[in-house]
């Protein structure tokens, strides 16, 4: 799940993964999606400087959102889960639960 969006000319990146599951049938283009911590997401989400629509990527990239905004001046990283020490112990060579 990916959002990028500013505020007072400070930008950030919402990054984080989970899985799509089944809900309710809908006649958009609708998906649910389940997340370890939603309490969080939702808190991040809500209060972050993100408008409610996100984009869904098939797999799992959080990591590559993560490096990539290190080459964007100016735009600040903001990890759900994984958590930021997550994905830069990854980054370093280690496991990332998926």
């Given at each position: ?7 007072n ?65 100016g ?24």
């Amino acid at each position: 799940m990916a959002r990028f969006d500013g505020m007072n000319g400070e930008y950030s990146l919402f990054m984080g993964q989970g899985k799509s599951t089944k809900g309710p049938q809908n006649f958009g283009t609708y998906l649910w999606f389940e997340v370890p911590d939603w309490k969080m997401w939702e808190e991040k989400l809500i209060y972050g400087p993100y408008v409610h629509h996100v984009a869904g990527i098939h797999d799992n990239c959080a990591a590559v959102l993560y490096e990539a905004a290190k080459y964007i001046p100016g735009l600040k990283p903001d990890p759900a889960q994984p958590t930021e020490e997550e994905i830069r112990a990854y980054l370093r060579g280690s496991d990332l639960d998926e």
